[in-house]
Nanobody, 123 residues
């Protein structure tokens, strides 16, 4: 499956952005999906994950109550709504897909990755 992330940009602290990740070449509804991010000089870290049917989600503590992951299986797309953005949210955001059917926060559990979209939050 190929993943294409979009929606990044420059936003002021307190603002919002919605990232999208469009999938092609596979059966999107069979994948668990996740969002990760990587800031300069840091390791890639988990942000959020969602089950195949949108019934279960998981969030990193740092984004809980500010970010919302969702998916539309009719559009083969997963979203990340980011509200109340902080400068420390600045990173390249990646979407990822996994074929095994449970939520995971581990970067090594994901089988396919998109190219990333840059989010910059100014103070």
């Amino acid at each position: 499956v190929q993943l294409q992330a979009s929606g990044g940009g420059l936003v002021q602290a307190g603002g919002s952005l919605r990232l999208s990740c469009a999938a092609s070449g596979g059966t999107f509804s069979s994948y668990y999906m996740g969002w990760f991010r990587q800031a300069p000089g840091k390791e890639r870290e988990f942000v959020a994950a969602i089950s195949r049917s949108d019934s279960s989600t998981n969030y990193a503590d740092s984004v809980k109550a500010r970010f919302t992951i969702s998916r539309d299986n009719t559009k083969n797309t997963v979203y990340l709504q980011m509200n109340s953005l902080k400068p420390e949210d600045t990173a390249v955001y990646y979407c990822a897909a996994r074929t095994r059917w449970f939520l995971s926060t581990n970067v090594y559990d994901y089988d396919y990755w998109g190219q990333g979209t840059l989010v910059t939050v100014s103070s």
